[in-house]
C-alpha cells in the first residue's frame, strides 16, 4: 500500500488555519459588540479573507 500524498501542504494548512481562527475571532467580537448575525457573519467572511492573505505573505 503506497502512500497518500495529502491535500494540501503544511504551509498552505497553517494559512488557512490562521485565517479561520482570525475570521472567528473578527465575528465573535463583533456579535459581542452587539451587532446582528448577518453583520457577525460578514465580519468574519471578511477577517478570514484579509488574514488569508496576510498570513501568505508573513508565512511564504
Do not use: C, E, N, Y
Amino acid at each position: 500500500m503506497s502512500a497518500q500524498k495529502p491535500l494540501l501542504d503544511q504551509r498552505a494548512t497553517l494559512v488557512l488555519l490562521l485565517g479561520v481562527l482570525t475570521g472567528v475571532a473578527a465575528g465573535v467580537l463583533t456579535a459581542l459588540g452587539g451587532a446582528g448575525a448577518a453583520d457577525a457573519v460578514l465580519a468574519g467572511g471578511a477577517g478570514f479573507a484579509g488574514g488569508v492573505v496576510l498570513f501568505q505573505q508573513i508565512v511564504g
